[in-house]
T-cell receptor, first 114, second 114 residues
Framework: EPEVTQTPSHQVTQMGQEVILRCVPI?????FYWYRQILGQKVEFLVS????????KSEIFDDQFSVERPDGSNFTLKIRSTKLEDSAMYFC????????????FGPGTRLTVT | GNSVTQMEGPVTLSEEAFLTINCTYT??????LFWYVQYPGEGLQLLLK?????DKGSNKGFEATYRKETTSFHLEKGSVQVSDSAVYFC?????????????FGTGTKLQVIP
């Protein structure tokens, strides 16, 4: 069964450094998402991406964040200058298209900012 | 805006006990409702879903019924196992202008002891 994959599974970085989290959505999916989960807290929506542009973003998704689909398979989340409070589990998800289609989640990348 | 409220954990049960995890929601329109499960160290997995009022979602012995009159989607299982120990998230999916977004509850940790 096709699945969403994410790399790395765990990333440790120093405050102020840039990180790129990578996701490979399911191959025929067109709609992509990033969510984050701060330890012990709920999963929060960050951004959705369709047709090579951001469809919607939350108030969390400020100028420090950016997303990109650099090629036909990868979908990335970049944090330009990490802060301690960016430490969280980041989940990528994809769906076949916009509208009433299931979102499939990846296993997550745990980001630790020291 | 949309919101999901679920009972706080942790919930500790003995094996074969009956499980209920309460979930209520606030949303405009007619959202789809979901339960996701997160096993230790893993990502989010869809457990079950219901897309319209009075639908019952079921999977692996878990059930939840979409109750529009009480805006609830409580998760139940008749006899829990140690392997059910995980964090359970109630979520709703809304679609606005063709774009979908999932809103999660805070999660309820379930611990099943032998």
């Amino acid at each position: 069964e096709p699945e969403v994959t994410q790399t790395p599974s765990h990333q440790v970085t120093q405050m102020g450094q840039e990180v790129i989290l990578r996701c490979v959505p399911i191959s025929n999916h067109l709609y992509f998402y990033w969510y984050r989960q701060i330890l012990g807290q709920k999963v929060e929506f960050l951004v959705s991406f369709y047709n090579n542009e951001i469809s919607e973003k939350s108030e969390i998704f400020d100028d420090q964040f950016s997303v990109e689909r650099p090629d036909g398979s990868n979908f990335t989340l970049k944090i330009r200058s990490t802060k301690l409070e960016d430490s969280a589990m980041y989940f990528c998800a994809s769906s076949v298209n916009r509208g009433p289609y299931e979102q499939y989640f990846g296993p997550g990348t745990r980001l630790t900012v020291t | 805006g949309n919101s999901v409220t679920q009972m706080e954990g942790p919930v500790t049960l003995s094996e074969e006990a009956f499980l209920t995890i309460n979930c209520t929601y606030t949303a405009t329109g007619y959202p789809s409702l979901f339960w996701y499960v997160q096993y230790p160290g893993e990502g989010l997995q869809l457990l079950l879903k219901a897309t319209k009022a009075d639908d019952k979602g079921s999977n692996k012995g878990f059930e939840a019924t979409y109750r529009k009159e009480t805006t609830s989607f409580h998760l139940e299982k008749g006899s829990v196992q140690v392997s059910d120990s995980a964090v359970y998230f109630c979520a709703l999916k809304s679609i606005t202008g063709g774009y979908q977004k999932v809103t999660f509850g805070t999660g309820t940790k379930l611990q099943v002891i032998p």
